[in-house]
């Protein structure tokens, strides 16, 4: 098909949403706003409940964390920026920071505090801003989210608009002494929002309002005849609603980068630096009324900020050069990490900051399943096409990245290997979702150090281009994550790098543990058979433990439990005598507490026993496969058809390929070889 020029520009003309421009570029008299107003009370919302509704209006999910609610909000694990800002793990720190905007948002007091986010570096401080700034983008263009701002028009020279320049409530454009009454006998508010604008106008606005004032002779209804109301959407990038602020060299720092600046071009045509007309209401304050100001690294900044941040935090005010105090309505969001927050502390000039800050810590993940789905989000198998990436290979960076982060327990005999698995929700012998609570009370500092997930993400894309088989494989990672150990910046001491290297050799042997077991699976893989075998073991379980008898399923005749085979499961997982009967009243209590809330029990539901059962299946299994000739150059046509099975069930149920495969199950022969089975 030929297309002519005008043919190609109207088919991409097609694809703009036309109706959608003219409801965002909307502009109307002030009387129509008013009606807006009185129909949706809610795009009169401060900052601070324009955000909130933002986040909640996405959804929440509740879920008890060792007996805890816990609220989590969709909004930061939504596709806002194309999914790479999501963020994992953070669901207590997440609620905290909607706890303080909802506190905000009703009035309470947090809406005079900076928002100071606080951890170590990689924690996802920034990418938390990120996401609010890119929500309140999207957000604002919505019906649910319009906010409206309003321009002056000079009817003697038709054309010559003038903005508000900081993007004000229509609102304040009735005078502050009757503002109130209007709202009341208008019926502005409605019974789930109350229509309250507090402030007045600035002093650009402030100027036109004056003047026409006095041109109309006070008569406010004619000054309105110049008002334009119209839409308002934030954008970071226009500079709208969104500011950021980004500490430079404490030479060159100019407060005027926050409050504006003086056009001395139009200073000419004014006539004086204190007339509004020829000043630039263009800092970053001033461009983010009605939204959001982030302070990165917010403690770098110079002493002469910090006032301007004082006064804009409490008194909800800034002060231009040559102007009065300037009402301001935003969420101040700064993040600072770990080294800046304690000179903050050290330095007593500044207490007043400290004062009006509310610290919100932002550590690193702790839950191992949380901290692998950051590395699935950037290495899928469909964004690394060209190398296959073997089972377990996220999972044992996650999990060195997450022992990092770990303090010792004080309970005798708890490895962190062993605490970072009850931190996942797996069940340990011996502990309780209580014992979980106390783990995370005793912890002083946890989770604000270790080792960042950028380092682990660097590291994986190392070893990435590295590979030449077509194969990366969790050695691979395992190896370069401890090379790097020896270059790396922001480990202070030798006591701690050797540390991290230790638990290298303990992730090591845990994935060696990991597909032992999966390939004593994958030689029994028949979930109907461990299926059979859980069903009769916990028959006799039970009746054992009732000092009841057994029915047998091919007699027909009651039988006492089948102690042979109880122990024979139980001593898979090196269960001795002397505890065989507390064992078995642990999987009775476990079973029981799963039916209490609706929950049905499979043989993979408790996984000490899941192990136990694993185990025994192989062991009845494991003559039909002789694991020694994996490692073996001659191999028999029955046995490697056997081995091709195994192979195959490894590829198809556990997402290996033929090279991973091939490795683990040599990998594994040998263990065996050595007489380690278990």
Avoid at 247 to 258: A, I, R, V
Wanted: net charge negative.
């Amino acid at each position: 098909m030929n297309d002519t020029v005008g043919n190609k520009i109207e088919r991409i003309a097609g694809l703009h949403n036309v109706e959608e421009y003219r409801e965002l570029n909307w502009s109307g008299t002030f009387e129509d706003y008013l009606d807006i107003v009185r129909r949706r009370p809610e795009v009169t919302r401060t900052a601070f409940q324009r955000i909130y509704d933002m986040i909640v209006g996405q959804g929440t999910e509740e879920y008890l964390d060792t007996k805890k609610r816990i609220i989590r909000y969709r909004f930061f694990e939504r596709d806002n920026v194309g999914g790479k800002d999501a963020i994992f793990g953070l669901d207590i720190a997440l609620m905290r920071f909607v706890q303080v905007l909802k506190a905000a948002s009703e009035g309470y007091g947090p809406e005079k505090r900076v928002l100071l986010l606080h951890g170590p570096v990689g924690s996802s401080k920034s990418t938390i801003v990120r996401l609010v700034k890119k929500g309140l983008e999207a957000y604002t263009r919505t019906p649910e989210g319009a906010l409206y701002t309003h321009e002056w028009h000079d009817h003697e020279a038709p054309g010559k608009v003038m903005p508000c320049p900081m993007h004000e409530e229509p609102l304040r454009l009735m005078p502050q002494g009757w503002r109130a009454k209007a709202i009341e006998d208008l019926g502005l508010s409605s019974e789930k929002f109350k229509v309250q604008v507090d402030g007045d106008l600035c002093p650009a606005c402030r100027f036109t309002f004056n003047d026409l004032m006095r041109r109309y002779d006070g008569d406010w209804g004619k000054v309105m005849g110049h008002v334009r109301v119209r839409r308002l959407v934030m954008s970071e990038k226009d500079r709208v609603g969104i500011g950021t602020f980004q500490p430079k060299d404490e030479k060159n720092q100019d407060s005027t980068e926050l409050t504006g600046d003086i056009n001395y071009r139009k200073i000419a045509e004014y006539g004086a630096d204190s007339d509004p007309r020829a000043f630039n209401f263009d800092g970053e304050f001033n461009i983010a009324n009605r939204g959001l100001i982030e302070f990165v690294e917010v403690l770098k900044l110079d002493v002469a900020f910090l006032y301007d941040l004082l006064g804009a935090s409490q008194e909800h005010m800034i002060k231009p050069k040559k102007f009065a105090q300037t009402d301001i309505d935003e969420v101040i969001v700064g993040h600072t990490n770990e080294a800046e927050y304690k000179k903050l502390l050290a330095n007593e000039y500044m207490e007043a900051l400290r004062d009006r800050t509310i610290k919100i810590d932002i550590p690193y993940i702790t839950r191992l399943t949380e901290e692998v789905k950051i590395y699935e989000k950037d290495f899928r198998q469909d964004k690394v096409p060209s190398v296959h990436i073997a089972p377990h290979t996220l999972e044992v960076a996650g999990m060195w990245a997450v022992l990092t982060r770990l303090e010792e327990s004080k309970k005798a005999g708890l490895t962190l290997l062993q605490k970072a698995k009850l931190y996942d929700g797996k069940m340990l012998p011996g502990f309780t979702q209580d014992n979980v609570k106390e783990l995370r009370k005793e912890a002083d500092r946890e989770g604000m150090e270790g080792i960042s997930p950028r380092y682990v993400q660097d590291k994986i894309s190392n070893a990435l281009v590295s590979e030449t088989e077509g194969c990366l494989n969790p050695f691979m990672v395992l190896n370069e994550l401890g090379k790097g150990l020896r270059s790396h910046s922001l480990i202070t001491s030798e006591e701690k790098r050797k540390h991290y290297g230790e638990l290298i050799s303990v992730v090591k042997q845990e994935y060696e543990e990991i597909v032992k077991n999966e390939v004593q699976r994958a030689i029994s893989a028949d979930d109907e058979a461990i299926s059979n075998l859980c069903g009769n073991y916990i028959d006799n379980v039970k009746a054992y433990t009732l000092k009841e008898k057994v029915r047998n399923r091919y007699t027909g005749q009651d039988e006492p439990p089948d102690e042979r085979l109880m122990r024979a499961v139980e001593e898979k997982i090196d269960i001795p005598e002397s505890r065989k009967e507390d064992f078995r009243k642990e999987i009775m209590n476990f079973i029981g507490a799963l039916a209490v809330e609706g929950k049905e029990f499979r043989y993979d539901t408790n996984d000490r026993l899941r192990r136990a059962l694993e185990m025994k299946l192989f062991e009845d299994q494991k003559d039909s496969i002789k694991l020694s000739s994996l490692v073996s150059q001659v191999v028999d046509r029955e046995t490697q058809e056997k081995i091709d099975v195994v192979k195959n069930r490894m590829t198809q149920k556990y997402g290996y390929c033929e090279i991973c495969a091939t490795d683990v199950l040599n990998f594994v022969a040998s263990i065996f070889a050595r007489g380690d089975t278990r």
